[in-house]
């Protein structure tokens, strides 16, 4: 019988055979791969294999622990689809200040109940199987997302009538009702999509007119990618931002940007950004309606009418704070400054370079939580107690507001804060899209590391993540495991890859890197199997994780288990290097208590001004 099978593929070429064999190679991977981005825990799982592709399947993967193909699996599709129930669901937000919440749920489920028999289900059978209610965080007046889903046999075509829904007693309920359907007769708003043409991101030049940088769409997308980068993970996701930004411009606005030395040292140059958790920035959007009421307050008490510039950046160019000046240049018809007073992000007010060079370099200041209410804080003991007051009254306005502290001189901005980190960002972002273009995945951290001096310190895969928001801060820390051999389809070594440093080179194969962090990530450290640990980057350096595959920076909110990452240290700028600088801003600031060893000497970036304008 074996003599008879094999003479029946003896014609087969043994090239074939090879190419039968790296196929079931690659189906085995291509299936680990995905399992293992499905997971939301390192433990093996068990798998459900149905549909005809499943007899392909090998008989054990990595991650899995038992396979399960159950008899008919081949026609699991269409029995599914036979005998799937009709669904319905309703998901609305209710405004239960003053009412009752049984009473919205009752009739909420009426309406999943109805929608689920309009969409085909019988009435006899349908029924109500799920309620979500889900406090809106926030937001006041009780606002309660509810979700309820109803299901049913699927009907036999014939026509039922269903039962309306009755009228409320609530006066306030058939107000919505009415206005319902008024609604409903207005014609829609739509927004069709503008053409772009195709930039090449190669060749773009930016708009330089005189002294002054005319940003275009494009070089708002460049600084948001660089903002991201710098912010090690803090600072907020400056995507929204952006979004509000390209609105301006597509309004007809402007937004300019402008350096340091066009400008007298007399000159006042206006601060301001957002405090509290990136996670809970990543919720509540950030508009810049209430940083330009905390400014205008504070400007109010200070006598303040007129800037010559701004530098809207919570005193930081990462994260979404190094765009906020962007926005403001709308409202006060000002120009932005190249450059912020820390050259990354740090979680803390304290934490910005003039507060330990001069004195009074956060008070006054005042804070907006965007609902009416502003606080002023005109005097304090030390700076550190500026953190802490706001701290807990950006807590109660719910770990997001706008603060402005004092103006500065334009001298004092030059001399104590990190000049074009605007152009750091555009350069860093634009490094980014152009290997996106070039579909250069692998050349990303490379690029990023010409622009300035850093090492890659790992290539993995997130295994562990923990994170929690308290006290205004999200807190957590993670854990990066090597990749496989064949896991790296997408990020394998060739001559684009950035080195290692001689750190995360020296530690064992089945090392992890793990970092902490305090809204930006503060260390990383190799740790071996027998939980022996060395430190290989600290603040105040950079240390930033970007998605291995898109090249995008990546949010500690954003952090999440099996996603490819590559984990990049940048050198901090020299301010921070003094004795007093690192009191504020090394690994003891944040309650780490080992040395801080600097990656190498700061490169100073060039101005897009003053390249661009010659």
Known sequence: MQAKNSSGVAHVSDDVVDKAKNFKKSIQRLLETVVDRMKMSPEDCDLLLVGGGSIIAPATLKGVKNI???????????VGAAIASVSGEVDTIQILHGKSLSEALERIKRQAVESAVQMGADPETARVVDVTVLPIQYVTYQATRIIVRAIGELGQGQEREVPS???SDDPEEDMEDKDDEERADVEPIIHNPTPRDRIDYTTYRPNIVGKKWILSETDLFFIMEGCGILGTGGGGSPYPAYLICRQILRDGGSIRIIDHTSLNDDDVVARGGFMGSPSVGSERIRSGEHLRMAGLELAKYCGITKFSATLWLADEIGGSNGMQSLQMTKYYGVPALDGDLMGRAYPMLNQVDPVYNRPNALVPCSLNDDSGNTVLLTTVKNEHFVESIMRVVTTDMGSSAALCPPPL?????????????????????RAVAICRQMNDMKGIAKAILKLQNGVCLFV???????REVRAGFTWGQVRIARLRADELEDTEVNDDTPSFSEDAQEV??????????QNEN???????????????????????ILDSQSGSHLGTPEYSYGLRVTV???????????????????????????????LGEYKDPRSVIAEYGA
Not at 508 to 517: E, G, N, Q, R, S
Request: hydrophobic share 40%; proline share 10%; with cysteine.
């Open 165 to 167: 829904e009755p009228r």
């Open 522 to 544: 503060l260390c990383a450290y190799m740790e071996n199997p027998d939980g022996s640990r060395k430190v290989v980057a600290s603040v105040p350096d950079l240390i930033t």
């Open 568 to 598: 990049i240290a940048l050198a901090g700028h020299p301010l921070w290097r003094p004795e007093n600088g690192l009191k504020v801003g090394d690994p003891s600031a944040f309650g780490l208590y080992h040395a801080f060893v600097p």
């Open 68 to 78: 399960i193909i159950p008899k008919y699996h081949e026609v699991a599709n269409p």
């Open 409 to 429: 001189a334009v001298r004092d901005a030059k001399d104590f804060g990190v000049p074009r980190s605007q152009s750091q960002a555009w350069r860093m972002g």
């Open 460 to 466: 993995g895969k997130i295994i562990d993540v923990s």
């Open 508 to 517: 064992v194969a089945d090392a992890t890197m793990l970092i902490p962090f």
